[in-house]
């Protein structure tokens, strides 16, 4: 896993050790730090991480900067989700779970009036474009990187679809023996159940 | 070789054909004596009997074409004991020439040396596997081996590997086919790693164990310089009251030193591995360098060599449902393992993985 030093002081502005320091403290915590790679003046470092599967939670930059607030005794600002509140809606878009043993809930959120274009530096400390160059991910649009961010600071998996393109509603269930199924790549796969 | 034949002066008298043919006879056997070999045997036998241009048809000719009337049934008669003569020489001589030619074909030469044979040697792997085996059967572990294609509740579920976990997924595993029907504990795959023996031993036997466990594993992973599907490890399990890090610290670093030579140091970092808490990776100050920094260990003075870690409590009461003694609030234990290949490589210094399958007799010839 691929982690800025850069994005993770944006979470800890009072982290004062460097960066070299950081990486030791945080391998021998067990968040181990395999390579370190010096990214120039003012983009700081990327640490190339291999994090076990018990610590699932620290697979993203929060959860990082999680674990080395608890090293240093740093307090850790919650993450600020600056949404509007939702309003219910009359006809609200259909979700349905067929495979409940395989998702046992869904989160979803409609917004309207989304201009999809090239991304923004929303806010302080999401500086996308800097974020993305440094890490090599590349940029989409602005809804797609949305979900990309979201993936890589707090490690949750999100998809954006365009609702004028759906038809008929969400539905997760078990793929059909032999579906075929395209993927984002563009490539055809063929699915068991 | 032969007295020159004159029609007019030759003397047709009986004492002189006597002496004649006694010259011819003694001419025959003096060049018979030299001919050894088969091939100047036969030469031989055809100058001499050959029915045309043989040497002895074309005498008898000759003396009889200018014999006078009386003498020419003597004369012939002569002739043809000679011939039968000469006739039963050669025969003997080829007989006794075949003989020889036979026995100088199987002779030995017993002042040649011997033909050497290769001297079968260990394979590098096996070596390292006898002598990492050794080491800790000096200080009192047996040797434990269990089957290669084993269920996932032995190489999964009893190792705290629960389904869905993610720590699955770091073993890349090949399963056997046609199992979809089989509760997923009883279905079979190829060992990922030699820890599910830990569990055939603790079900077998009450604690305390001690037990040092050689094995062939395999994953689904494409081979490169460092990866090879089938490979080897060497595990340890050791159970007992009052086992602590400190016995585990101790026994690796006595094994790394012992291996690798009273200079090497260790160091213990923080892991997981499911089937131990706490966990960690042992490092050794490189022993291509003593720990200054080199290309070998990537400029840290370090090398990374095995997992170790104190048994999972979960992997305890798995081991108890068959044998009670392993309750955890009694008894304690530390598990480790390690790459076979790996440390064969780091210890001959061996840069592709490969090498140790490929069956070269250069290669192998040099562990002689």
Redesign the interface.
């Known amino acids: 896993m691929k982690t800025l030093t850069k994005w993770l002081r944006a979470y800890l502005p009072a982290l004062s050790v460097s960066d070299a320091q950081l990486a030791e403290d945080l391998t021998l915590r067990g968040i181990a730090v395999e390579g370190t790679f010096d990214l120039g003046p003012g983009n700081g470092t990327l640490f190339e991480m291999d994090i076990t599967t018990n610590r699932v939670d620290a697979m993203n930059h929060y959860g990082v900067a999680r674990e080395a607030a608890a090293i240093y005794g740093l307090p850790l600002p919650a993450l600020d989700f600056a949404l509007p509140a939702a309003k219910s809606s009359d006809k609200p878009y259909p979700v349905r779970i067929e495979a409940e043993d395989a998702c046992g809930r869904f989160t979803a959120r409609v917004l309207h009036n989304v201009t999809i274009g090239e991304s923004r530096d929303w806010f302080p400390g999401a500086e996308v474009s800097t974020y993305f160059a440094l890490l090599e991910q590349k940029k989409i649009s602005n809804a797609v990187d949305a979900s990309n961010f979201a993936w890589l600071a707090m490690g949750q998996p999100t998809h954006v679809f365009d609702l004028d393109k759906l038809e008929g509603g969400i539905v997760v269930r078990r793929a059909r023996k032999g579906e075929k199924f395209r993927t984002l790549e563009g490539v055809e796969r063929v699915l068991d159940s | 070789m032969m007295t020159q034949v004159n029609q007019d002066d030759f003397d047709y008298s009986e004492a002189n054909l006597a002496k004649e043919f006694a010259s011819l006879e003694a001419s025959a056997r003096l060049a018979a004596a030299n001919a050894t070999t088969p091939e100047e045997i036969e030469n031989l036998r055809l100058a001499w009997m050959g029915r045309k241009q043989g040497f002895l048809q074309a005498r008898s000719s000759q003396w009889l074409k200018y014999a006078p009337p009386e003498a020419k049934k003597p004369l012939g008669q002569q002739f043809n004991a000679l011939k039968a003569l000469l006739t039963g020489l050669f025969d003997q001589l080829k007989s006794e020439g075949s003989t020889d030619a036979a026995l100088a074909a199987e002779a030995i030469d017993i002042t040649l040396p011997g033909t050497r044979r290769l001297t079968g040697a260990e394979h590098p792997i096996t070596k390292t596997l006898n002598e990492l085996t050794r080491i800790f059967a000096a200080l009192g572990y047996s040797i434990g081996v269990g089957p290669e294609v084993e269920t996932d509740f032995y190489n999964f579920e009893s190792m705290n590997f629960p389904p869905g976990?993610?720590?699955r997924?770091?073993q890349d595993t090949l399963v056997v086919a046609n199992q979809d029907r089989r509760p997923l504990r009883d279905r079979l795959l190829l060992r990922t790693h030699t820890s599910p023996v830990q569990m055939r031993t603790m079900e077998s036997q009450p604690p305390p164990v001690r037990i040092v466990i050689p094995g062939k594993v395999h994953r689904n992973d494409a081979q490169d310089a460092t990866h090879s599907p089938i490979f080897h490890q060497v595990e340890g399990l050791c159970v007992d009251k009052n086992i602590t890090f400190s016995d585990l610290k101790g026994t690796l670093d006595h094994a790394m030193k012992a291996l690798f030579g009273s200079s090497v140091k260790t160091r213990f970092?923080?892991?997981?591995f499911?089937f131990t808490e706490p966990s960690a990776d042992v490092q050794i100050s490189c022993i291509f360098c003593g720990g200054k920094g080199c290309r070998k260990c990537k400029h840290s003075g370090w090398i990374e060599l095995l997992g170790c870690g104190m048994v999972d409590p979960a992997v305890f009461a798995f081991a108890a449902e068959k044998q009670p003694g392993y309750d955890p609030k009694r008894i304690s234990g530390f598990a480790f393992g390690m790459g076979v290949e790996r440390i064969a490589m780091m210890k001959y210094g061996i840069s592709e993985i490969g090498s140790f399958y490929a069956g070269d007799m250069r290669f192998l010839g040099q562990f002689a």
């Open positions: 976990h993610p720590a997924d770091t970092f923080p892991s997981f499911p």
